[in-house]
């Protein structure tokens, strides 16, 4: 139907010209009768027009309508059977109603029918009551393809001439697109540093001769671990490794555990330090640069844990594989040398000194700060210990302390710090490594010198851009440390009574009196401290307790709960005094019992669970309570953990458990 016909049949003629005429008549028969019958005559004629002319019209009005619904209900059903992506319309309860045939195609099934969409895409469940609205947009895998599933309600008659919805699916066929960033993916460098542990201490245990044949095997096994990804191996030092290899083989690598650290402990040629390996690996980052920046920072946390570990850095996050074995204590002294001489260097150019721990302080850390405040004294510097309260882990000393004039100055709480702290202030950090475990978090954003002194292994959190960092996992406690570094310092450094007795207790307290972590090295420092004057038996009494606390520990070792048949779990009661010092306490007690390998107790303070780990050294409880946000070391650790209480902790904390003993038997 072409336009001049469209434009005869949509414009009204004669109806509203009849109108006019009958105006007319009416008009001219007022003025003369004598032509009324003329006049009435012509109208009914016009009438008569009209009326076929526009019967006409709207037949053919009403045949065009039915010939553009015809054509267009053509159009739809064609392009609906010849939809170039597949298509399937469904029930809103995932009966499929209709497909076409790149549906079918999918499938390769001719009875999609008595099937629904459910079933066919189990990522798709259009579970959608009538009136609601749908914004599907889902990726699926399909006999090995990828698609992205587009979908849209579409409303429809029924037989009872009632509106119903029914959905309308479009599935988008990215398997090309998939392929390829798998292939990018699969393709990008990954970059890794490997470190022979102790390379010194391992060389000197070894005869001359077999030296070289040492270094051969480790590197023939390294090698042989790498080879099958393809990938580049280079030593750039006598102990350190660099090696790069695709994205794709890391996986497989970590599903075998990372099998090199055990491999390279098979070797012996008489050595008697085994051989241990650390791996920092870096992946995901935009440049190589950037990925071997990552793996050197793995090899930090690798070493900072003791050693034997691998250390994946992806952007921000860490993954940790190894650390089964107990740290190996260092024989060499030249880094406490080095560390003690460029601690006094640090003190010698600051105008003061700042000195913090963790917060809930113990015995170790208040007396490594002693310590450290009495290398500062001898210096001649300003220094302030950053103590906010006072507990029952530290209360003896302190009141001790009280007593001594020249102590009565030197603690100061949060308020304080943050007013004396400047941008020179030197801040020495002892006992932790992790920020938000400090004392005031706040002032380490406050100064650009920073010395952390720990013993702890290093976690992913950790403090950023310290100056100084002296942080050996193999010492039994920083008093270790510390105690090791005012033995280098040039001048002699006489204690007082009181500061040997805190670090004397330090040590006693970490290594539960010389049993656990406790080395040469660590009896070396205790006769440092013995020489010095300390009172044994004055620290003995520290750690007495009154009976009402011996019934209370004894009576959490009778309620304790046993898993795996050697770990007890154990809680502390909720309306008792000092209950961190005595779940501790406990948990000591508790590796005192036959056929028990590791102990936890939970306890509550400020509304928060703390968890008190230990172990004989055959279950590391540091990687459990890592799992909670806690860590430590193998031995001995510790968690805090927010907004749950006991039994919540306590199922956690089993779940943690679980999970460390499963990883174990799969290996």
């Given at each position: 139907?072409?336009?001049?016909?469209?434009?005869?049949?949509?414009?009204?003629?004669?109806?509203?010209?009849?109108?006019?005429?009958?105006?007319?008549?009416?008009?001219?028969?007022?003025?003369?009768?004598?032509?009324?019958?003329?006049?009435?005559?012509?109208?009914?004629?016009?009438?008569?027009?009209?009326?076929?002319?526009?019967?006409?019209?709207?037949?053919?009005?009403?045949?065009?309508?039915?010939?553009?619904?015809?054509?267009?209900?053509?159009?739809?059903?064609?392009?609906?059977?010849?939809?170039?992506?597949?298509?399937?319309?469904?029930?809103?309860?995932?009966?499929?109603?209709?497909?076409?045939?790149?549906?079918?195609?999918?499938?390769?099934?001719?009875?999609?029918?008595?099937?629904?969409?459910?079933?066919?895409?189990?990522?798709?469940?259009?579970?959608?009551?009538?009136?609601?609205?749908?914004?599907?947009?889902?990726?699926?895998?399909?006999?090995?393809?990828?698609?992205?599933?587009?979908?849209?309600?579409?409303?429809?008659?029924?037989?009872?001439?009632?509106?119903?919805?029914?959905?309308?699916?479009?599935?988008?066929?990215?398997?090309?697109?998939?392929?390829?960033?798998?292939?990018?993916?699969?393709?990008?460098?990954?970059?890794?540093?490997?470190?022979?542990?102790?390379?010194?201490?391992?060389?000197?245990?070894?005869?001359?001769?077999?030296?070289?044949?040492?270094?051969?095997?480790?590197?023939?096994?390294?090698?042989?671990?790498?080879?099958?990804?393809?990938?580049?191996?280079?030593?750039?030092?006598?102990?350190?490794?660099?090696?790069?290899?695709?994205?794709?083989?890391?996986?497989?690598?970590?599903?075998?555990?990372?099998?090199?650290?055990?491999?390279?402990?098979?070797?012996?040629?008489?050595?008697?330090?085994?051989?241990?390996?650390?791996?920092?690996?870096?992946?995901?980052?935009?440049?190589?640069?950037?990925?071997?920046?990552?793996?050197?920072?793995?090899?930090?946390?690798?070493?900072?844990r003791g050693g034997d570990h691998v250390v994946i850095k992806d952007g921000d996050n860490f993954r940790f594989?190894?650390?089964?074995?107990?740290?190996?204590?260092?024989?060499?002294?030249?880094?406490?040398?080095?560390?003690?001489?460029?601690?006094?260097?640090?003190?010698?150019?600051?105008?003061?000194?700042?000195?913090?721990?963790?917060?809930?302080?113990?015995?170790?850390?208040?007396?490594?700060?002693?310590?450290?405040?009495?290398?500062?004294?001898?210096?001649?510097?300003?220094?302030?210990?950053?103590?906010?309260?006072?507990?029952?882990?530290?209360?003896?000393?302190?009141?001790?302390?009280?007593?001594?004039?020249?102590?009565?100055?030197?603690?100061?709480?949060?308020?304080?710090?943050?007013?004396?702290?400047?941008?020179?202030?030197?801040?020495?950090?002892?006992?932790?490594?992790?920020?938000?475990?400090?004392?005031?978090?706040?002032?380490?954003?406050?100064?650009?010198?920073?010395?952390?002194?720990?013993?702890?292994?290093?976690?992913?959190?950790?403090?950023?851009?310290?100056?100084?960092?002296?942080?050996?996992?193999?010492?039994?406690?920083?008093?270790?440390?510390?105690?090791?570094?005012?033995?280098?310092?040039?001048?002699?450094?006489?204690?007082?009574?009181?500061?040997?007795?805190?670090?004397?207790?330090?040590?006693?307290?970490?290594?539960?009196?010389?049993?656990?972590?406790?080395?040469?090295?660590?009896?070396?420092?205790?006769?440092?401290?013995?020489?010095?004057?300390?009172?044994?038996?004055?620290?003995?009494?520290?750690?007495?307790?009154?009976?009402?606390?011996?019934?209370?520990?004894?009576?959490?070792?009778?309620?304790?709960?046993?898993?795996?048949?050697?770990?007890?779990?154990?809680?502390?009661?909720?309306?008792?005094?000092?209950?961190?010092?005595?779940?501790?306490?406990?948990?000591?007690?508790?590796?005192?019992?036959?056929?028990?390998?590791?102990?936890?107790?939970?306890?509550?303070?400020?509304?928060?669970?703390?968890?008190?780990?230990?172990?004989?050294?055959?279950?590391?409880?540091?990687?459990?309570?890592?799992?909670?946000?806690?860590?430590?070391?193998?031995?001995?650790?510790?968690?805090?953990?927010?907004?749950?209480?006991?039994?919540?902790?306590?199922?956690?904390?089993?779940?943690?458990?679980?999970?460390?003993?499963?990883?174990?038997?799969?290996?």
């Amino acid at each position: 139907m072409d336009n001049k016909k469209l434009s005869r049949i949509f414009i009204p003629k004669a109806g509203f010209y009849l109108w006019v005429i009958l105006f007319l008549i009416v008009i001219i028969t007022i003025l003369n009768p004598l032509v009324a019958i003329p006049g009435f005559v012509l109208f009914i004629f016009l009438v008569i027009y009209n009326y076929k002319s526009n019967h006409i019209r709207n037949r053919e009005i009403t045949k065009y309508i039915e010939t553009l619904t015809f054509n267009i209900d053509c159009a739809t059903k064609d392009t609906l059977l010849n939809f170039p992506m597949p298509l399937v319309l469904a029930e809103l309860d995932g009966t499929t109603v209709w497909y076409n045939s790149s549906f079918r195609c999918i499938f390769e099934d001719d009875n999609l029918l008595q099937k629904t969409v459910s079933n066919l895409i189990n990522e798709i469940r259009p579970q959608l009551t009538e009136g609601d609205s749908i914004n599907i947009s889902r990726d699926v895998t399909i006999n090995n393809r990828y698609y992205s599933v587009l979908g849209n309600l579409v409303k429809v008659d029924d037989n009872n001439d009632k509106e119903s919805v029914i959905v309308m699916l479009y599935f988008v066929d990215n398997t090309e697109l998939v392929n390829e960033k798998q292939k990018f993916e699969d393709n990008k460098n990954t970059v890794g540093v490997i470190v022979i542990d102790n390379y010194d201490d391992l060389m000197q245990s070894l005869e001359d001769s077999k030296r070289p044949q040492m270094l051969a095997e480790i590197e023939k096994k390294i090698t042989s671990w790498i080879s099958h990804t393809g990938g580049i191996l280079k030593k750039f030092e006598r102990d350190k490794y660099l090696c790069i290899h695709a994205f794709k083989y890391l996986k497989e690598l970590e599903e075998k555990k990372f099998e090199i650290l055990e491999t390279v402990k098979e070797i012996n040629l008489g050595n008697k330090i085994p051989v241990t390996l650390s791996i920092g690996m870096g992946i995901n980052a935009p440049t190589i640069v950037e990925n071997l920046q990552n793996a050197y920072a793995g090899i930090d946390i690798a070493l900072g844990r003791g050693g034997d570990h691998v250390v994946i850095k992806d952007g921000d996050n860490f993954r940790f594989f190894g650390g089964r074995n107990r740290e190996l204590e260092k024989r060499t002294r030249v880094k406490a040398r080095v560390i003690a001489y460029a601690l006094r260097g640090l003190i010698d150019q600051a105008p003061s000194v700042l000195i913090m721990g963790h917060e809930n302080a113990d015995i170790d850390s208040l007396g490594a700060a002693l310590g450290i405040y009495r290398i500062v004294k001898s210096r001649d510097k300003r220094v302030n210990i950053v103590l906010n309260h006072s507990n029952a882990n530290i209360d003896s000393i302190l009141n001790k302390l009280a007593k001594e004039p020249e102590y009565s100055n030197v603690f100061v709480g949060r308020n304080e710090a943050l007013d004396i702290i400047t941008k020179k202030t030197l801040l020495i950090v002892v006992d932790t490594h992790r920020p938000s475990f400090t004392e005031t978090p706040e002032l380490l954003r406050m100064t650009d010198q920073i010395v952390i002194i720990d013993h702890h292994r290093r976690g992913a959190d950790f403090i950023q851009d310290a100056v100084l960092s002296y942080q050996e996992t193999y010492a039994s406690s920083a008093c270790e440390l510390v105690t090791e570094l005012l033995q280098y310092l040039e001048e002699k450094i006489r204690l007082t009574n009181i500061e040997t007795e805190a670090l004397y207790a330090g040590i006693v307290v970490d290594t539960k009196n010389f049993i656990f972590k406790t080395g040469v090295r660590t009896f070396e420092a205790a006769s440092y401290l013995r020489r010095q004057g300390v009172d044994t038996v004055s620290v003995k009494q520290l750690f007495q307790n009154d009976l009402k606390t011996y019934i209370t520990i004894s009576n959490i070792v009778k309620d304790a709960e046993v898993v795996y048949d050697n770990i007890a779990i154990s809680t502390c009661p909720t309306n008792i005094k000092n209950a961190q010092l005595i779940a501790a306490q406990a948990a000591d007690q508790l590796l005192s019992l036959s056929g028990l390998v590791a102990a936890f107790v939970l306890s509550y303070h400020e509304g928060e669970v703390v968890i008190s780990g230990r172990s004989l050294g055959e279950i590391n409880v540091q990687m459990i309570l890592e799992k909670l946000g806690g860590g430590g070391h193998m031995t001995v650790a510790g968690a805090q953990i927010e907004n749950v209480s006991i039994q919540e902790a306590k199922e956690s904390l089993k779940t943690a458990i679980y999970e460390y003993i499963d990883s174990l038997n799969k290996e």
